[in-house]
């Protein structure tokens, strides 16, 4: 229910202007700070790096600060926050904006974060008490994440294939089982 939430709520004039600007992207950075944030910003460099962007995810505040400090224009910040109240990582949205960085957030909307922010992937996902239950937005923040990697790699074309074929060539070599790709043209 948590997906199929995150989903119907994505802006998609928003979501086409992120895809548009982490594929121009020269470097992508991408921040999440506490446990369902930073494994979403863990999971979208994974998702990223493979398409040949050169990217990193940091889940430190002070890192986050400093890796924003480097950032100039032709790159992008990918910020990711369920609350939108994170204050490193607002910090470090504002310093990467001040220094010209294109800047992206995925959190709730009039937050915050998303003030800060250029663009504003916005959805607000209820949250479950039980703390034995991963928390819904984890699940809905994954599934816009992928369909952000999707849409970057197609935006990438032939560049974005190559590199996942080099991955998986390598991985191919090392013995690591890779499903063959799908024929169905849907």
């Not at 369920?82 to 504002?94: C, H, L, Q, T, W």
């Not at 922010?117 to 992928?146: F, G, K, Q």
Request: glycine share 8%.
């Amino acid at each position: 229910n948590a997906v199929r939430a995150g989903l119907d709520q994505l802006d998609t004039a928003a979501l086409a202007t992120a895809i548009e600007r982490l594929a121009g992207a020269r470097r992508i950075d991408i921040y999440g700070q506490g446990g369902g944030s930073a494994a979403v910003a863990e999971d979208a460099k994974l998702r990223l790096f493979r398409l040949g962007i050169p990217v990193a995810a940091y889940v430190d505040g002070h890192q986050q600060r400093m890796s924003a400090a480097t950032l100039q224009p032709g790159d992008a910040v990918l910020a990711i926050s369920n609350s939108g109240r994170s204050k490193p990582v607002i910090d470090a949205v504002e310093i990467a904006r001040s220094f010209g960085a294109a800047t992206i957030a995925l959190t709730r909307p009039n937050s915050p974060l998303a003030a800060r922010a250029e663009t504003t992937i916005a959805v607000t996902i209820a949250e479950v008490d039980d703390v034995l239950r991963p928390t819904p937005s984890r699940y809905a923040h994954m599934a816009i994440v992928d369909t952000i990697a999707t849409g970057v790699a197609l935006r990438l074309g032939p560049r974005g294939r190559d590199a996942l074929r080099r991955v998986r060539y390598a991985l191919a070599r090392i013995g690591v089982a890779i499903p063959a790709p799908s024929t169905d043209p849907s």
